[in-house]
């Protein structure tokens, strides 16, 4: 008999290492997890424990290990058919207990016998309420405020501290059997309307119709009624802001092409400003005089038909007179002449500069 027992009690222990095991079985582990796996999305800190321990609580419930740490599967006798199989899944939990610590509390936790042990004491330190962490609850309640996020963003915040603070101190429930009295729904109903004040005093003040309107209608909705009313009312003010900005971004482009056309403009008068100011100040390298250059000048070029005055000495190209014009004034002679006549010549040029700046 003990001869046959041997192979038997070998098949066992193999079936139980996960040759043969059920995947619905306490004991089965994944071909691909390891002990320094992190499963959760927060490492287990001073302020978190809540947190962590209800994203721990969902992954071994997935995994199907969370007997193991609550207690519900105690550790079997060694010589036992499930002593390896517990001590392989133990070990894999202390793996990933310790992967999602906190260095700092990690090594002080590390040297626990059994998983078990590890997460009644981090509940033992982080789990238990505390004043101070109750009064940061209560104070963070009070202080948080939309500031400008969005209806959504400033609801999901304030529901997750107030998750937190009733995990920290839960409301009383009746235990009474057959209670009449239902303090439990009342109790609930009290919460509702604490809660839905606190979600109406942290709105922006452009929420402050919609908050009055709420607070005036009889009865008074619940939380989740008055939150869609408040999204709600976000949405139409957006949609209404958005179909505003389109004609004023239309009117804002016309003006900008009407300013861009006048600055054109402006523009070219400046150039052309300009170019005769530059020619106005220009000097003649051959006569010494301002207005033209040397190729222009009328002493080296000639004067043409047009111009009715005294020929300087030059090379004339046109004679504007072949024989001597008579003076239109006889008072005068022909050297006086000569000096009235460019006397206004100069004078309606300077006219013409003048007009044209």
Known sequence: MTGSSGPKDDSSLGENLGMGIDHSSLFYIHPFDFPKQLHVNEVLTDNN?????????????????????????????????????????????????????????????????TASEMRSDLRERFGKETSPRAYELKRKIAVIRQDGSSVSTYFTNLRSVWDQATSMQPFPRCSCKGCSCDIGKRVNEFQEKERL??????????????????????????????????????????ISTEKRNQPESAAFKAFQRR??????????????????????????????????????CFKLVGYPEWWHGKKEKGKPKTVACAEPCPIPIPELTNEQYQIFVKHFLVQATMRGYKRGA
């Not at 109406?200 to 009624?225: C, E, H, R, W, Y």
């Not at 402006?266 to 250059?293: P, S």
């Open 259 to 296: 300013e861009g056309s006048f600055n054109k403009e402006r523009n070219y008068q400046k150039i052309v400003k300009d170019n005769r100011e530059t020619k106005e100040y220009e000097t003649c390298t051959f006569c010494g005089r301002n207005g033209h250059k040397k190729e222009g």
């Open 197 to 238: 004040y606190q979600f109406l005093m942290g709105l922006d003040s452009d929420f402050n119709v919609i908050k009055t309107q709420i607070l005036a209608t009889k009865p008074t909705p619940d939380l989740s009624a008055a939150y869609h009313l408040v999204a709600k009312d976000e949405r139409q003010r957006m």
């Open 49 to 113: 424990y809540v947190n962590w321990s209800q994203e721990m609580k969902n992954f071994l419930f997935a995994k199907n290990k969370f007997e193991f740490i609550n207690g519900t599967i105690k550790k079997p006798e060694k010589g036992s058919a499930d002593y390896m199989p517990w001590m392989r899944c133990d070990a894999m939990l202390k793996g990933w207990l310790t992967t999602t610590i906190e260095k700092n509390i990690r090594n002080n936790v590390k040297y626990a016998s």
